[in-house]
Nanobody, 117 residues
Framework: QVQLVESGGGLVQAGGSLRLSCAVS????????VGWFRQAPGKLREFVAAISEGTGATAYANSVKGRFTISTDSAQKTVYLQMNTLKPEDTAVYYC??????????WGRGTQVTVSS
């Protein structure tokens, strides 16, 4: 089992920045990719970004490319999501999740990000 705990959410004005953290513990050898997702009120959960544990390869949703950056620390125990030039439409609960192959099977409880206009 892998445990994930998000932190770093909060209230920020449009154009501002936040950095989210996802602390990963447990059987960290059992996953290969960590992703960030978000869910706004009344909307479906959507993919934001992901990073591969072995290669460091990253992927981003088109809506955040150029504004958000996903990274890990050297021990790969924490995954970060640096969010710059935030927009009101970025307001959502942000979740991190881990997967070994095809599906994200381990999820955190989320952290709220609110961007005011």
């Amino acid at each position: 089992q892998v445990q994930l705990v998000e932190s770093g959410g909060g209230l920020v004005q449009a154009g501002g920045s936040l950095r989210l953290s996802c602390a990963v513990s447990g059987r960290t050898s059992s996953f290969r990719t960590v992703g960030w997702f978000r869910q706004a009120p009344g909307k479906l959960r959507e993919f934001v970004a992901a990073i591969s544990e072995g290669t460091g390869a990253t992927a981003y949703a088109n809506s955040v490319k150029g504004r958000f950056t996903i990274s890990t620390d050297s021990a790969q125990k924490t995954v970060y999501l640096q969010m710059n030039t935030l927009k009101p439409e970025d307001t959502a609960v942000y979740y991190c999740a881990a997967k070994a192959t095809d599906e994200y099977g381990s999820w955190g409880r989320g952290t709220q990000v609110t961007v005011s206009s």
